[in-house]
């Protein structure tokens, strides 16, 4: 039996408009075409790389004050994480999916960062957002 192939594809592939870079899941476009003939060691050492790219960046606005609680509230919205997923990775998921809908980060686990005091949930997705695309598109330039 074939086990499944992990991806962070999240399906918002934004390449399909014309990014060079998505803005769902940082990889570039040459990388998402590549990524099923990579073998399993390449993808997991992608995998550790989009994910320190996405602690880096979401460090600069978020905290996990309790990767428990991120944990609990991740599985008790259905948002897909991998097991061993950082946790600020895991918390660019739960802003992508729940930005509209949450109201306080410390229920999830999360406080901001003191650069990102005082923005809405909404806001603070976008700005982490923006930031995580400019640096994909470094670490592709680098590539």
Not at 7 to 24: E, I, M, Y
């Amino acid at each position: 039996m074939v086990g499944s192939i992990t991806s962070p594809c999240v399906g918002l592939c934004s390449t399909t408009l014309g990014d060079p870079v998505c803005r769902g899941c940082q990889r570039g476009d040459g990388e998402i075409l590549d990524w099923f003939g990579l073998s399993d060691e390449q993808r997991n050492a992608r995998m550790a790389e989009l994910d320190a790219l996405r602690v880096t960046v979401a460090g600069r606005f978020l905290k996990v004050v309790d990767a428990e609680c991120l944990e609990a509230q991740l599985l008790r919205h259905r948002i897909r994480f991998r097991s061993d997923q950082p946790a600020l990775s895991r918390a660019v998921e739960l802003l992508r999916v729940g930005r509209t809908r949450i109201q306080s980060l410390s229920r999830y686990g999360l406080v901001a960062s003191e650069s990102a005091q005082g923005i809405d949930v909404a806001e603070l997705h976008l700005r982490l957002n923006q930031a995580l695309t400019e640096a994909a598109k470094y670490r592709q330039a680098q590539q």
